[in-house]
């Protein structure tokens, strides 16, 4: 699979991100853990990401600029941020950063083929990110990154990559390939309860915590 990861990236660019200049992280905040998960739909993508903030100052508030793949549609916000404005490029956040650990989540509808490269960038430095695709049979691959235990959820096995200490601005390639493409993009139906449902499960596996050993706070 990582020898189709150069020639997909070329053929599918239009898909990518181009990873636009972030501006300096504020000290002492930063993604302790940020959870990617991709819904494979017959016609599109549901991506829902899922970020838990660590900030050891005091309660402040951020305006992050989130770039989001090109293509990205009906961009829902689920939880964390108080206001937002989508931009040519993204959106940008607006979000109330208490002291301690908060957490945000929103969600979007890609159009996709058999294959999709998608290039992720965030606002701030991620101690560790996880993505998880769901599925039937489903191919994932994050380059620079590598597998872990397989997620469960329900009744589902979802295969999962991770990378650690990504810094802020920083691009990171996601690819998928055997996606269940039949009829052509319909992004109404992108906007469906899909979200709802994966965006839940990420929040709780938020709320349960990290394993043990792992750093929640920025070193």
């Known amino acids: 699979m990582r020898s189709m990861l150069?020639?997909?990236?070329?053929?599918?660019?239009?898909?990518?991100?181009?990873?636009?200049p972030s501006p300096p992280a504020p000290p002492g905040v930063d993604?302790?853990?940020l959870l990617l998960a991709v819904d494979a739909k017959r016609d599109h993508l549901r991506v829902s990401e899922a970020l838990r903030l660590s900030n050891t100052g005091p309660a402040r508030t951020l305006e992050l600029r989130v770039p989001l793949p090109e293509g990205a549609a009906y961009?829902?916000?689920?939880?964390?941020?108080?206001?937002?404005?989508?931009?040519?490029?993204?959106?940008t956040a607006v979000l109330r950063v208490p002291a301690g650990i908060s957490e945000v989540a929103y969600s979007y509808a890609l159009p996709s083929g058999r294959t999709a490269v998608m290039i992720?960038?965030?606002?701030?430095?991620?101690?560790?990110?996880?993505?998880?695709?769901?599925?039937?049979?489903?191919?994932?691959?994050?380059?620079?990154?590598?597998?872990?235990?397989?997620?469960?959820?329900?009744?589902?096995?979802?295969?999962?990559?991770?990378?650690?200490?990504?810094p802020a601005g920083e691009p990171v390639t996601i690819l998928l390939d055997r996606l269940p493409v039949s009829h052509p993009w319909l992004p109404a139906a992108g906007a469906s309860g899909i979200a709802v449902v994966l965006g839940t499960g990420l929040i709780r596996h938020l709320r349960r915590g990290p394993p043990p050993g792992e750093e929640t706070s920025s070193r």
């Open 75 to 91: 961009l829902a916000v689920h939880r964390g941020i108080e206001r937002w404005l989508r931009t040519a490029g993204g959106f």
């Open 6 to 20: 150069v020639a997909i990236v070329i053929a599918l660019a239009p898909i990518a991100a181009a990873a636009a």
């Open 31 to 33: 993604i302790g853990l």
């Open 120 to 166: 992720r960038s965030f606002p701030l430095r991620v101690q560790r990110l996880e993505v998880v695709a769901r599925g039937r049979g489903v191919g994932l691959e994050l380059d620079g990154g590598g597998p872990v235990d397989a997620v469960l959820l329900g009744a589902e096995t979802l295969p999962r990559w991770e990378v650690r200490a990504l």
